[in-house]
């Protein structure tokens, strides 16, 4: 299986382009790139001369700086005494193999010194993987719901699995009867649904055609899911938010 990638991380959307990072100059003051760093809410700032990165400034190594000449006034010096120098990663990097690093540093440069292709930062991996993540955990809160409605909804859920599965089972050679609602798939949430509907609350009675649409999207978005690195798309993920809206919903008030 082939995981994320610094170059997956660089392409994500959420307002900042990491793939045009703001640079400076080594002649740039101490006090003109904290100027940058604060109005961008950045940590750092690659120094590039004629192209070419010859390091990076940081507030930690601004600290350094101001910590090494505590009588000085440094505000007004360039950034060369600040300059660090970068790890270099390029754009097929699995970022699962960043966790060390970004636990020291905040932040990686994609590419190399004549190649600087982006800039990578802790927060910048968090939120992706939060993003690529979050439709794993609704998914599995969705599910959770569904089965918490149908054991506050009906007494016998082992004879209504039996009752629902049990002549398929005997017709069909291939398939095994789940054993508890817990081992479902969506294609047999949906079949208990139609066929216990009078036992479900009255929403899902009034709703049914809803319901059983929903969680065919949800069943669909899993499965794309499931392909890793394809995704999913944004109509995919508004019903899969949609979906936990509905189902957890349901479940809180079926509860009362």
Do not use: C
């Amino acid at each position: 299986m082939q995981f994320y990638t610094a170059g997956d991380v660089l392409q994500q959307e959420k307002g900042v382009d990491l793939t045009d990072p703001i640079t400076i100059e080594p002649t740039t003051t101490i006090k003109e790139a904290l100027s940058v760093m604060f109005r961008h809410d950045f940590t750092q700032l690659p120094v590039v001369v004629s192209g070419t990165v010859s390091g990076v400034v940081t507030f930690k190594s601004i600290s350094r700086m101001l910590k090494s000449t505590p009588e000085s006034s440094i505000i007004n010096n360039s950034v060369r005494g600040a300059l660090v120098q970068p790890r270099y990663v390029n754009e097929g990097h699995d970022i699962f193999e960043l966790f060390d690093t970004f636990a020291e540093d905040e932040y990686v440069l994609v590419g190399n010194e004549n190649d600087l292709r982006g800039i990578m930062t802790r927060y910048d991996m968090f939120y992706f993987l939060q993003s690529q993540f979050e439709p794993f955990i609704k998914i599995g809160e969705i599910e959770q719901s569904v089965r918490s409605i149908f054991r506050s909804s009906i007494d016998d859920i082992e004879g209504k699995i039996k009752d629902t599965f049990g002549p398929r089972e005997e017709n069909d050679p291939s398939y095994s009867m789940p054993t508890s609602i817990d081992h479902f798939n969506f294609e047999e949430y949906k079949r208990f649904i139609r066929k216990n509907i009078s036992d479900l609350p009255i929403q899902i009675k009034k709703e049914i055609d809803f319901v059983i649409d929903l969680l065919e999207q949800v069943r669909k978005s899993r499965n794309a899911l499931f392909h890793f690195r394809a995704g999913i798309s944004e109509i995919d993920r508004e019903a899969i938010d949609v979906a936990h809206s509905y189902f957890t919903t349901l479940d809180t008030n079926s509860n009362k």
